[in-house]
C-alpha cells in the first residue's frame, strides 16, 4: 500500500512539473493566460527554482555496486568484457589526457555506480521548448513490477547521418545497464554511459520493398555488450 502511495504520490509531482514548465513556456512566448495562472506562477517561480530540462538525468541508484567486480556479479557480464569495453570505450571517447587507466588493477577498482531509469527531456511535436520526459528503464535481472526484468530499447546514435540508411547513423539498442563512473584522480569527474545490446540493420539499413521497413538482427559480435555516451 505504501508502494502505491509513493508511486501515486511521483507520478503527480511530475504531472505538475509538466505542467508548470508548459505554462511558463507558454508565458515566456506572451500566451494570454488568466491573471489567476500568472499570479500562480510568479508564486511558484519565485519558490522553486525549475529543473534543468535540457539534460539527461540518472535516477534510481543500485545499493550494491561499488565498482567493476559487483557490476560484472549483478550484471553477469564478465570482467574481461567489461574491461574490454571501458577500454574501448576510453580510447574512442575520450581525451588522452582524461583517458581511464588500462591496468586491470586500476580497473577492478573503478568506482561506479549502477542506476534503473533515465529521464530524457522530448521536445513536443510542432514546439519548441516544451518537453515531456521519457523514462527509459534497466533493471538489469531484477524483476520489474512483478514481471521480468525491464530493460527498455533505446534509440543510439552510433555514426553519421549517411550510415545505416534509412536509420540515419542510428541503431536500436535494448538497455543492459545505466552507469556513473567516478575518475579516481578527480572525484569531481563523474561520466554517464550505458551498456547496451545493438541491433545490426539488414542489407544496410536500407528499406524492403516487401514491407517498407528496416529490417534488423542481433549483432554477430557475440560480446552483447557496448558502452555508449548518454
Wanted: net charge positive; with cysteine.
Amino acid at each position: 500500500m505504501m508502494l502505491r502511495q509513493i508511486v501515486h504520490s511521483y507520478g503527480r509531482q511530475h504531472a505538475i512539473r509538466m505542467r508548470l514548465l508548459n505554462l511558463q513556456s507558454l508565458k515566456n512566448r506572451g500566451a494570454d493566460l488568466s491573471p489567476d495562472v500568472l499570479k500562480h506562477l510568479d508564486r511558484t517561480t519565485s519558490t522553486v527554482s525549475p529543473p534543468v530540462i535540457c539534460r539527461r538525468i540518472l535516477q534510481g541508484r543500485r545499493g550494491d555496486v561499488f565498482n567493476i567486480i559487483d557490476f560484472s556479479r549483478i550484471s553477469r557480464v564478465s570482467l574481461e568484457i567489461t574491461y574490454h569495453e571501458l577500454i574501448r570505450y576510453s580510447r574512442h571517447n575520450l581525451p588522452i589526457d582524461l583517458g581511464l587507466l588500462e591496468d586491470d588493477a586500476t580497473l577492478r577498482s573503478l568506482p561506479i555506480e549502477l542506476l534503473t531509469q533515465l529521464e530524457v527531456p522530448v521536445l513536443t511535436l510542432q514546439e519548441a521548448d516544451v518537453y515531456e520526459i521519457h523514462s527509459p528503464r534497466s533493471t538489469g535481472t531484477l524483476h520489474f513490477r512483478n514481471q521480468g526484468s525491464g530493460n527498455d530499447w533505446v534509440w543510439v546514435q552510433a555514426g553519421t547521418e549517411e550510415m545505416y540508411g534509412a536509420l540515419r547513423g542510428r541503431l536500436l539498442a535494448k538497455l543492459v545497464a545505466l552507469l556513473k563512473i567516478r575518475d579516481p584522480r578527480s572525484e569531481d569527474t563523474v561520466r554517464q554511459v550505458a551498456g547496451v545490446q545493438l541491433l545490426t540493420p539488414v542489407n544496410s539499413g536500407r528499406l524492403l520493398n516487401l514491407h517498407g521497413l528496416v529490417t534488423v538482427q542481433m549483432s554477430e559480435d557475440t560480446r552483447g555488450f557496448t558502452i555508449v555516451d548518454i
